[in-house]
């Protein structure tokens, strides 16, 4: 017997793949130059599918981070996740969806790392305190390094041509941890940088463990005190977050040739924030460190020879 179908809401008539990845493109740019400016060096087919996945991303973060932000409840979060699900199905919900759901089919990827990012916004729904570093080092991989799993997909390996037929059964290696460094690299320098509008937040992830070990304390921090005890603690963690960006360089001489050169701009872009923290005097709460123009075109050239050289 035929079937009719089951009355449902009218289909509703969604921007072509097209569009949806211009909108993407438009919303990567007014949100994020530096990440921007990274995609601008990659080929068109994965830079729009970098794109789509920046504004996924974009989207669960301004769930707790944006203006909407006090309306977020865990029931929010669990919307969102059945949205992603249906995503993952390959029907795309709104507009900004059907770029993603194209993306998705030319570059699959798994569920997981999306499903973690939301645990990371759920995370930063109920805690504004880290006690260790491993609790943070939790929130870093959710919130960032899962961009580096999902970067992963639309980057490539690049495939060795020197391989013969025995090595075809070998399973290529894939720098997962590489990826995940760089992600957590880039969320610890965000911390950083953010420091003082968090705390007017009343939020601190630096670890509370840290600020004891440097005789710093949370009171200190809400007042932005800048003395030698907070230099010797933000040395500390600046030093950490270089191990990171160091441990993710390895990973990027195994990615496809036409990715390199975007990757290493956007470490060397998102790094040198850290040196302008050193410059600022470790001034993170009465300004704000960022990279200036003619230095961040500095850097494109640099990060070429990096790709071609290392
Ligand atoms: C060039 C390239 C491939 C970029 C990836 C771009 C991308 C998909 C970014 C998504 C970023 C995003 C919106 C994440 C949501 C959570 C969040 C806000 C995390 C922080 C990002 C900063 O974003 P923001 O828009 O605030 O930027 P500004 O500070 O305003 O400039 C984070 C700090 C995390 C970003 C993490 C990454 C981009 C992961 C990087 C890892 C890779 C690209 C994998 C490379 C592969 C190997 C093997 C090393
Ligand atoms: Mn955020």
Redesign the pocket.
Known sequence: MLQLPKPTQPPQILASVEESYERCRQI?QK?????YL??L??PPEKRRA??A??VW??R??ELV?GPQAKYTTPETLQKWHEHLEHLFKGHPVDDEDVALVDTLQRFPVEIEPFED?IA?QHMDLYRNRYETFEDLKLYCYR???T??????A??GIEENPSAGPWDKENEPYI??E??????I???L??IL?DVGEDAQRGRIYLPLEDLDRFNYTETDLLKGVIDDRWRELMRFEIQRARQYYKD??R??R??SKD?RW??W???ML?QG?LNVIEANDYDVFSQRAFVRTPKKMLYIPLAWLRSHVL
């Open positions: 990567t949100y994020s130059k530096t990440f990274g995609t060096l990659m970098i794109w996945i920046y991303c974009r669960t973060d981070d990012m990371g919130v960032a390094g961009v580096g799993l999902m970067s992963n639309v980057l720098p997962k590489e990826a995940i460094a760089l992600g690299a880039n969320q320098t965000n940088r993710a360089e990973g990027i195994l990615l990715s975007p990757v701009a956007a470490l998102y924030i």
